[in-house]
């Protein structure tokens, strides 16, 4: 494949880049066909054919940038610009590999990379919209060991941001689409209904990953149902798609919090569809910027903690740890087993390390807005 930066010897970059302040915080990059929202109290600068909002410091990581490209294809795009990457930084690791979502009211693709400079972790997101035969990437660059970070200024951009385009209503999401989407789960909520209300099973089943749940009505329930407390049910649209999955989980149980994930339904073709369950030894927690925490255990040598998230009803690895018979890993890519299975990408850490780690992916877990049977 070609390199990018002989590509980009090609491209029609548009130069002619200044900006039109229609109000107090606002930006419109004419020969761009966009308007930007810049944060309050953050300092927006445009250099030569890219535009910065800085977090902290003008000039400085942490920021947010966007730069357009002449590309009608933002798949391409993004191979094209992770080979750049890769040319750049020879550590570089894609943490997340480019998945189309939704942010705000527009679809649009992301990939993260991580890599580093000057002996620092760089944490490196960049979100895609193709209109018009322009790409408009969205960057963002944090270094979260020293505490330049951002927080979910880069999706408050693209999120904020109104395209001014023929095209653009060809990546929009129109919004609410008047389905109901707790009649269409009807099935789940009424079958964990009749588990409360005395409905006993009888058998178990598991999942294409291999989670147990147990089988009743059309769609089973988490062996965790059987752990106390009051259980419930959230609607939240995990992979930005527009399409809200249903959570289930429990409060005040005597064993778990309201961050674990007892159940979780996605809508395919007009049904609900099961992506996970937890059980006693294989655990899901609901985890910040809508990711998905899985603690598991092969016994007391094999552990790991993955982070996932959502891809329609798939999971995809975005990172994890590893532990199998004493040897510790950071992983970055999906396989069949964690525990007998190493990949190239594989790095291998200290117990100190990964334990560390471990408790770092453990408080990134956040509580599910519960919704009582």
Known sequence: MKK??????????????????????????????????????KTAVLKGSEYYIYGQ????????????????????????????MQGQYSDLAVTSPAVQKTIGNKRCYEVDYTYK???????????????????????????????????????????????LGPGAASVLVTGDSGEDYLAIYAPVLDTYQAFLDGAEPE????????????VLGETGISELARSGGELGYSLKDLDRNGIPELLIGASGSEYYDETLIYDLFTVEDGVPVR??????????????????????????????????????????????????????????EDRESYFSERKASDRVITQEYYYDLMEKMEDLTVPMDLTAF
């Open 4 to 41: 990018l930066y002989s590509v980009i010897l090609v491209m029609v970059l548009i130069l002619s880049l200044a900006p039109v302040c229609l109000a107090v915080n606002t930006d419109t990059l004419t020969d761009w066909n966009i308007r930007i929202t810049v944060p309050e109290g």
């Open 57 to 84: 410091h003008e000039g400085s990581i942490p920021y947010v940038m966007l730069r357009p490209y002449r590309y009608d294809d933002p798949e391409k795009f993004i191979a094209d610009f992770t080979e750049f």
């Open 117 to 163: 400079v000057s002996g620092y972790d760089v944490r490196d997101r960049r979100v895609v919209i193709t209109v018009d035969g322009l790409t408009y990437m969205f960057a963002s660059k944090e270094i979260e060991s020293n505490g330049m970070t951002i927080g979910s200024m880069l999706d408050d951009v693209v999120a904020d941001c109104e395209l």
């Open 203 to 214: 058998e178990m089943d598991t999942t294409e990953r291999g989670d147990y749940y147990f």
């Open 275 to 332: 992506v996970l369950a937890s059980s006693a030894r294989v655990r899901y927690y609901l985890a910040e910027e809508d990711l998905i925490l899985h603690e598991g255990s092969g016994g007391a040598a094999y552990n790991m903690s993955l982070l996932y998230y959502l891809a329609g009803s798939k999971l995809e690895l975005a990172t994890g740890i590893v532990m199998a018979d004493a040897e510790c890993f950071e992983v970055y």
